[in-house]
């Protein structure tokens, strides 16, 4: 199983910026898809971002299209994830997650193609 270790939180105001990181300790072959997650206190997790880098394949939720973009660097077993213009909405405490979907399949905001988590990284976004 991966173990992934987040980083790059913290607390912005409302417009700033932050770029989170997640580092794989192993590789596996077996993990084709790689996704950020967020849960704000009170509220169910949801899919922030998510890449399938072999199919070039990216996925958002709407709440953060245009301002959040994902990425991989396969040599340094990383996936980032730039936020721009944060709003206080955003706050919540962000998970780093990796899975395995059918080679006809491409990234995935679903929670159950995952098996390996991330403990996440606080960002929190005042106004």
């Known amino acids: 199983q991966v173990q992934l270790v987040e980083s790059g939180g913290g607390s912005v105001q409302a417009g700033g910026s932050l770029r989170l990181s997640c580092t794989a300790s192993l590789y596996t072959a077996n993990s084709n898809v790689m996704g950020w997650f967020r849960q704000a206190p009170g509220k169910e997790r949801e899919g922030v971002a998510s890449i399938r880098p072999s199919r070039g394949s990216t996925i958002y939720a709407d709440s953060v299209k245009g301002r959040f973009t994902i990425s991989q660097d396969n040599a340094k077993n990383t996936v980032y994830l730039q936020m721009n213009s944060l709003k206080p909405e955003d706050t919540a405490i962000y998970y780093c997650?990796?899975?395995?979907?059918?080679?006809?399949?491409?990234?995935?905001?679903?929670?159950?193609?995952?098996?390996?988590w991330g403990r996440g990284t606080q960002v929190t976004v005042s106004s």
């Open positions: 997650a990796a899975g395995a979907v059918a080679s006809t399949l491409g990234a995935t905001l679903s929670p159950y193609r995952y098996n390996s």
